[in-house]
């Protein structure tokens, strides 16, 4: 069974850090571009960050940029995004999904469940 978790979300205050892991099992990752995507309370989904299959080639929405990295791991089989300086408007549940592509051109193939980030003085 294709499947993907993520996790490392919580409550953070403004200013913080966290670092969220997306790890695979059923499939290898080694040949997927990987994305995060996010979706705050009465917002559409957004695209926040993705990484090639090799971690040759990193995309971020504006929003984001100089504040958080995707990095992965293939022989873990894991992607992260490390997030700091967190804002109150990143609070969102964040999720984790597997392209079709070895390039961030692709569509998506699995999703993640999704971990909540809540960053809250």
């Known amino acids: 069974q294709l499947q993907l978790v993520e996790s490392g979300g919580g409550l953070v205050q403004p200013g913080g850090s966290l670092r969220l892991s997306c790890a695979a099992s059923?499939?290898?990752?080694?040949?997927?571009?990987i994305a995060w995507l996010r979706q705050a309370p009465g917002k559409e989904r957004e695209g926040v960050s993705c990484?090639?299959?090799?971690?040759?080639?990193?995309k971020y929405v504006d929003s984001v940029k100089g504040r958080f990295t995707i990095s992965r791991d293939n022989a873990r089989n894991t992607v992260y995004l490390q997030m700091n300086s967190l804002k109150p408007e990143d609070t969102a549940v964040y999720y984790c999904?597997?392209?079709?592509?070895?390039?961030?051109?692709?569509?998506?193939?699995?999703w993640g469940q999704g971990t909540q980030v809540t960053v809250s003085s």
């Open positions: 990484i090639s299959s090799s971690g040759g080639s990193t």
């Open positions: 059923g499939f290898t990752l080694d040949y997927r571009a």
């Open positions: 999904a597997a392209l079709n592509t070895a390039d961030c051109s692709g569509l998506v193939g699995a």
